[in-house]
Each structure stands twice: as C-alpha cells, then as structure tokens.
Nanobody, 116 residues
Framework: QVQLVESGGGLAQAGGSLRLSCAAS????????MGWYRQAPGKQREAVATIWSGGSTAYADSVKGRFTISRDNAKNTVYLQMNSLKPEDTAVYFCLATKVTGDQYWGQGTQVTVSS
C-alpha cells in the first residue's frame, strides 16, 4: 500500500503561483510514475503532469510552460509548481502513484481556486 497526502492548495489570483506537494509513504518500491490530476466541478478528472522513475516528465497541453512537476527522493515527495495561474485551473488536484504492477494509489486531493 502507498499513502499519499497532498498539500499546498488554496486561493490564488490569476497570474499568481502555488506549489502543491504530495508526500508518499508506505510501500514505495517499484513505483513507475507519480502524477498530478485535477477535477473541476462537472468535469472528468484529467491528467496534468507526470514524472517517471527515470526522471522524464510529461504535461497536459493546457499547462505546458506554466506548471512544473518535480520530486525530492530523499523526502519521498513530488511537487507541482504552478505559475501564471488561470481561473480555468480551478479544480481539486489529486496525486497518483502507479506501480510497475499497474496498481494505482490516489491521494485525497487538495482544492485550488484561482480568482480572476
């Protein structure tokens, strides 16, 4: 089992920044990738950014150039630096851990609200 705890959400103005953190604990071996997803009211959950065990990253087109995913292996923590925030970034942001077995673990989510 993997436990994920997100933090860092809150209220920001358009053009502002927030940094989300996802602290992982438990059985952390064989994690293939860590990712950030988001779900806005009335919409499906969507992938925002992913970082693989080898260090490569991927981003949704809507956040490219504005968001950066990174990790601190010593702290078992993944970050999402969000700059140039837009009102459409408003959502609950979730952290996801995917193991090589295909097992997936979700965090509880953290709310991000961007005012115009």
């Amino acid at each position: 089992q993997v436990q994920l705890v997100e933090s860092g959400g809150g209220l920001a103005q358009a053009g502002g920044s927030l940094r989300l953190s996802c602290a992982a604990s438990g059985s952390l071996f064989s994690i293939l990738a860590m990712g950030w997803y988001r779900q806005a009211p009335g919409k499906q959950r969507e992938a925002v950014a992913t970082i693989w065990s080898g260090g490569s990253t991927a981003y949704a087109d809507s956040v490219k150039g504005r968001f950066t995913i990174s990790r601190d292996n010593a702290k078992n923590t993944v970050y999402l630096q969000m700059n140039s925030l837009k009102p459409e970034d408003t959502a609950v942001y979730f952290c996801l851990a995917t193991k090589v077995t295909g097992d997936q673990y979700w965090g509880q989510g953290t709310q991000v609200t961007v005012s115009s």
